[in-house]
């Protein structure tokens, strides 16, 4: 969603400086009702779900017996059910997943990604315009939500968990509205913003991508994991695994951010180098609106994972100076 009359840049400082508006309806959606809802999810989910009341939310993963990433999700609690926010094509996924554990408990689940419509406001001026829109704003805390109308449609209003690096509000609306509730926050002046864009927001701000920087062959303590997780929840599948590092061991590999001294951008897939030796691989690449230079994340060798020391990357067949970096990334 570009506006014809912006630019990558543009649309970058319009979501650092006032507000910009990002398509997020590529998400899938599931519903998770029943009245044994909470507790079926909370079996299963890395995070605490049995805690939380209407118009709270978190983030967590479904792992399998391995700790490995199945599933990164949103969970969005309303008064009478519960919205899982999937990544993009996995919310029949999901649905089965779930599925597969459901046996005596009164829950009931569906894929009802073709009912809703979600974007995302980011910037500093995000809340002052869904307020002046709805007079209603979430509370603070990350996917706190709550029952809103806009234009005459009934819909959510979700505060955001950061995904840019700063302020964010989603807005959950039907599917029909779509057109209407888009061109209701365009006219009060947020600026649609693109996927070049987006990326470099997403990257800066260290934000996992399901299926590259988080994934089936990764485990949940690899990558930065505390939003997604609770130690004192009870048991839930690949516990015991993410348990076991945490007391008695360590990962051999980090997810870090990666600052290149030049000006290819890496490939997902790169090598990372140290000497003759390779230390891991690039997960996503961008060209940083903010730092004006290629950034990147990468799977590096727990040995190589401290910020600010020097590798390369296989960029093209030369090898390309890069410093690690911590995230997110400073700007």
Not at 109 to 122: C, F, G, K, S
Not at 267 to 286: C, F, H, M, P
Request: charged letters at 20%; one cysteine or more.
């Amino acid at each position: 969603m570009t506006s014809p009359a912006s630019d990558p840049r543009t649309e970058y400082l319009a979501v650092r400086q006032a507000v910009g508006l990002v398509d997020r309806r590529d998400l899938g959606v599931v519903e998770v009702s029943g009245r044994d809802r909470a507790s079926f999810l909370n079996a299963l989910l890395s995070n605490d779900i049995k805690s939380l009341a209407a118009g709270q939310g978190c983030a967590a993963t479904l792992l399998d017996i391995h700790g490995k990433v199945q599933a990164l999700l949103l969970v969005w609690v309303l008064d009478d059910r519960v919205l899982l926010i999937t990544p993009p094509g996995l919310a029949a996924d999901t649905v089965e997943r779930l599925d597969h554990y459901l046996f005596s408990e009164k829950v009931s689940l569906a894929d009802v990604t073709a009912e809703w419509a979600l974007v995302m406001l980011a910037g500093p001026g995000a809340l002052d315009v869904v307020e002046r829109l709805t007079q209603a704003r979430p509370a603070a805390a990350a996917w706190s939500n709550v029952a809103a109308t806009l234009d005459g449609t009934a819909v959510r209003l979700v505060m955001g968990g950061g995904e840019t690096g700063g302020p964010e509000v989603w807005v959950a609306a039907p599917a029909a509205a779509a057109d209407a509730i888009l061109g209701a926050l365009t006219a009060a002046g947020a600026v649609p913003v693109g996927a070049d864009a987006v990326e470099s927001l997403r990257v800066e701000a260290g934000t996992l991508r399901f299926g590259s920087d988080i994934g089936p062959a990764m485990l949940l303590p690899e990558v930065p994991f505390e939003h997604l997780l609770s130690y004192s929840k009870g048991c839930y599948p690949g516990q015991e695994v993410v348990v076991r590092i945490r007391d008695r061991g360590r990962v051999n590999r980090h997810l870090r951010g990666l600052v290149m001294d030049g000006d290819p951008v890496p490939q997902r897939g790169d090598e990372v180098v140290a000497g003759d030796a390779v230390i891991g691989a690039v997960t996503s690449a961008t060209r940083s609106l903010g730092l004006e230079r290629p950034i990147a994340l990468a799977m590096v060798r727990r040995e190589h994972a401290e910020p600010g020391t020097a590798v390369g990357v296989r960029v093209g067949g030369r090898i390309v100076p890069a410093k690690v970096s911590a995230l997110p990334f400073a700007r």
